[in-house]
């Protein structure tokens, strides 16, 4: 339902961005949903409501996840998406917006997590 959403806001004239925060904007219930296009080529946009979504942030590279346990093996520098936002992630940067396309920033934590704590251990 999401990608015909998508696709009738870009045969009103949208952009991708503005076609999926449209999209997001008429569907109900939780989700952490990412998008990848040839449309943009090198982006993924990704946002949530209700369902967790973090970005890691890389030396040089970020990431998208549903929690830090995810990311630990490649980075504790997190950053915790709120309902409504939408992030523009490339591989040298991102942006980040509310459904309505304003700017928003959100505080870097670095987890506590180590990556020995999430081993399955003999459990595989």
């Not at 939780?30 to 967790?52: D, E, F, K, Q, W």
Request: glycine letters at 8%.
């Amino acid at each position: 339902m999401i990608a015909h959403q998508i696709h009738y806001h870009l045969n009103q004239g949208k952009d991708l961005y503005a076609a999926f925060s449209a999209s997001l904007q008429m569907i109900e219930g939780t989700y952490a949903i990412a998008l990848i296009s040839p449309l943009m080529p090198g982006h993924v946009l990704a946002a949530r409501r209700g369902s967790p979504l973090v970005i890691g942030l890389g030396v040089g590279e970020y990431f998208i996840a549903s929690d830090v346990a995810a990311l630990i093996s490649v980075t504790q520098r997190v950053i915790f998406l709120e309902d409504g936002d939408i992030v523009d992630l490339q591989h040298d940067q991102f942006s980040l917006s509310d459904l309505s396309g304003h700017p928003v920033t959100r505080p870097e934590h670095l987890s506590q997590l180590q990556a020995d704590a999430i081993e399955r251990g003999e459990y595989r």
